[in-house]
Nanobody, 122 residues
């Protein structure tokens, strides 16, 4: 059974850092592009970052550019989202997703994790 499981969320102060993990099982994550998305209360799900499997290129939403970094460890079949200089507006449930296409649009992905809560607050 194909499955994605996020972890690493939590409560952090503004300016702090977190690293989210997305562990894949039942399929080889390296064969797919990876997307990270987030959904704040009362808002729609938005694309944060993606890593395209065909050429390794990465893309970021303007709101996180320079602060977040997407990566993948093929030996662990796991993707990561390193989040630095966190702001209160980064508070959301974060989801990882995988698909053969890749991009920052929700409808480009079929496989999703259950999400992990990130709260940035003092």
């Amino acid at each position: 059974q194909e499955k994605l499981v996020e972890s690493g969320g939590g409560l952090v102060q503004p300016g702090g850092s977190l690293r989210l993990s997305c562990a894949a099982s039942g399929f080889i994550l390296d064969d797919y592009s990876i997307g990270w998305f987030r959904q704040a209360p009362g808002k729609g799900r938005e694309g944060v970052s993606c890593l395209v499997t065909t050429d390794g290129s990465t893309y970021y939403a303007d709101s996180v550019k320079g602060r977040f970094t997407i990566s993948r460890d093929n030996a662990k079949n796991t993707a990561y989202l390193q989040m630095n200089s966190l702001k209160s507006e980064d508070t959301a449930v974060y989801y990882c997703a995988a698909d053969t296409r890749g991009g920052l649009e929700v409808d480009e992905y079929e496989a999703w994790g259950q999400g992990t809560q990130v709260t940035v607050s003092s």
